[in-house]
């Protein structure tokens, strides 16, 4: 079974600061999950990625599958982007059919004004 | 363009009570997800499914809880007899096929059970 560790698990910053929240994974994966809910509690998929960087407006994401590790990075933070960000990844690699996900406790981020 | 959607938003039963959640995917998906999100912890998976059958319930409790995706209507979370740790916020979510795909969200079930 995998498990997702994601650090920090909480991050306040300043409006324009250049955010970076960590995921580390036990098992290797065909892919993984970034995830933002928001605080009335809706979750958005962000990203789905297996190699190197996908990038969505102010949004990055990158990921090592050797080192079994991935990195979401927010540029020119606001507030609007406070959320919980949250990390998930197949509960077995199997390969092939959808997997039910594991999930990280994802990190509470806050950007103040 | 709908997105998953899932009903009710929120309810609340009274223990002993069962609870109906349901689930309409996305239009083209043939793949369901739920996940529960216990107060203050993480999002955990329960099942998945396909149109008409159970491919994954191995985070299913193993009593009271069950869940169905028939051929024609929504995929359908039921919990029997609810009790107060069945107190939850319930996710479903969707996908076109099998493989290494998105998986679309919806907004949620918030369950309190009285």
């Known amino acids: 079974k995998n498990e997702v560790e994601q650090s920090p698990q909480n991050l306040t910053a300043q409006e324009g600061e250049f955010i970076t929240i960590n995921c580390s994974y036990s098992?290797?994966?065909?892919?993984l999950h970034w995830l933002q809910q928001h605080p009335g509690g809706g979750i958005v998929s962000l990203f789905m990625?297996?190699?190197g960087k996908k990038k969505h407006g102010r949004l990055i994401a990158t990921i090592n599958i050797q080192e079994k590790h991935s990195s979401l990075h927010i540029t020119a933070s606001h507030p609007r982007d406070s959320a919980v960000y949250i990390c998930?990844?197949?509960?077995?690699?199997?390969?092939?059919?959808?997997?039910?996900?594991?999930f990280g406790k994802g990190t509470h981020l806050i950007i103040q004004p | 363009n709908a997105g998953v959607m899932q009903n009710p938003r929120h309810l609340v039963r009274r223990r002993g009570q069962e609870a109906r959640l349901r689930c309409s995917p996305m239009k083209g998906h043939s793949h369901v997800y739920w996940y529960r999100q216990l107060p203050e912890e993480g999002l955990k998976f329960m099942v998945y499914?396909?149109?008409?059958?159970?491919?994954?319930e191995s985070g299913m409790p193993k009593e009271r809880f069950s869940a169905e995706f028939p051929k024609e209507g929504p995929s359908i979370l039921r919990i029997q007899q609810v009790v107060r740790g069945d107190s939850a916020a319930y996710f479903c979510a969707s996908s076109p096929t099998g493989g290494n795909q998105p998986q679309h969200f919806g907004d949620g079930t918030r369950l309190s059970i009285l």
């Open positions: 499914l396909q149109k008409e059958n159970i491919i994954d």
């Open positions: 998930a990844v197949p509960t077995t690699f199997s390969g092939g059919g959808a997997d039910g996900l594991t």
């Open positions: 098992v290797g994966i065909s892919a």
């Open positions: 990625l297996s190699s």
